[in-house]
T-cell receptor, first 111, second 114 residues
Framework: QKEVEQNSGPLSVPEGAIASLNCTYS??????FFWYRQYSGKSPELIMS????GDKEDGRFTAQLNKASQYVSLLIRDSQPSDSATYLC???????????FGKGTKLSVKP | DTGVSQDPRHKITKRGQNVTFRCDPI?????LYWYRQTLGQGPEFLTY????????KSRLLSDRFSAERPKGSFSTLEIQRTEQGDSAMYLC????????????FGPGTRLLVL
C-alpha cells in the first residue's frame, strides 16, 4: 500500500462547478497535510495546509481532514479553466519534515 | 528575489557524464530539501539539510548522487555517471526553520539523459 494515494483522474468538471479531490494516507503518525497545485512543466505551488480535523477554507478552496479515516480532501468551488492542473496531496509524518506525495489527480475544468 | 531559485532550468547530457545542479533557497531559510519527480509521479524525497548539515538521505540517493550545502546557504546536487533512468525534474524546496513545515519549491531543473 502506498503511503499517500490519490485517484489519478483525469477529473473533468464544467466551469462553475465544485471539484472534489480526495486523498488517503496509510500512516496514522502523519501530522501535517498539504495540497499543492502543479501546472504542466512547472513546480508544485502550495494551495492549502491543514493540521487538525475539520475544514479549513481559503477563498474558493476548502481542505477537509479526517484523521480517524486517514482521509484528506480538497474542494474547489466555482471551478475555473485556470484551475486545470494536477493536484498533489502531501503529508509529513516525522521530525525530518520531508513531504510524502501522492501521484496527483489531474483536474480539467471545461469552459 | 523572494523565491527559491534553481540553475540550470534544463540540462541535456549524454549517459555517463556528470552533472551538477544548484539551488538557492529563500534568504535565511534553514532547511533545504531535494526531491525528484518523474513523469506521472509525485515528487520523491532525496535528501535534506538543516543549515550546512545533511541530516537525511533517501534510499533513492544512490552512491552516484552527492549533495552539499556549504556555509548553509546554496546547495548543489551532483550526479556522477548519469544513466537514462536519472532523467527527471529535480526540485529544491526550503523552509524557514525546523517545525515550520510549509515548503516553498523552486522552478526545478529538468534533466534529460540521452
Amino acid at each position: 500500500q502506498k503511503e499517500v494515494e490519490q485517484n489519478s483522474g483525469p477529473l473533468s468538471v464544467p466551469e462553475g462547478a465544485i471539484a472534489s479531490l480526495n486523498c488517503t494516507y496509510s500512516d496514522r503518525g502523519s501530522q501535517s497535510f498539504f495540497w499543492y497545485r502543479q501546472y504542466s512543466g512547472k513546480s508544485p505551488e502550495l494551495i492549502m495546509s491543514i493540521y487538525s480535523n475539520g475544514d479549513k477554507e481559503d477563498g474558493r478552496f476548502t481542505a477537509q481532514l479526517n484523521k480517524a479515516s486517514q482521509y484528506v480532501s480538497l474542494l474547489i468551488r466555482d471551478s475555473q479553466p485556470s484551475d486545470s492542473a494536477t493536484y498533489l496531496c502531501a503529508v509529513i509524518k516525522g521530525s525530518q519534515g520531508n513531504l510524502i506525495f501522492g501521484k496527483g489527480t489531474k483536474l480539467s475544468v471545461k469552459p | 528575489d523572494t523565491g527559491v531559485s534553481q540553475d540550470p532550468r534544463h540540462k541535456i547530457t549524454k549517459r555517463g557524464q556528470n552533472v551538477t545542479f544548484r539551488c538557492d533557497p529563500i534568504s535565511e531559510h534553514n532547511r533545504l530539501y531535494w526531491y525528484r519527480q518523474t513523469l506521472g509521479q509525485g515528487p520523491e524525497f532525496l535528501t535534506y539539510f538543516q543549515n550546512e548539515a545533511q541530516l537525511e538521505k533517501s534510499r533513492l540517493l544512490s552512491d552516484r548522487f552527492s549533495a552539499e550545502r556549504p556555509k548553509g546557504s546554496f546547495s548543489t546536487l551532483e550526479i556522477q555517471r548519469t544513466e537514462q533512468g536519472d532523467s527527471a525534474m529535480y526540485l529544491c524546496a526550503s523552509t524557514p526553520w525546523a517545525g515550520q513545515e510549509t515548503q516553498y519549491f523552486g522552478p526545478g531543473t529538468r534533466l534529460l539523459v540521452l
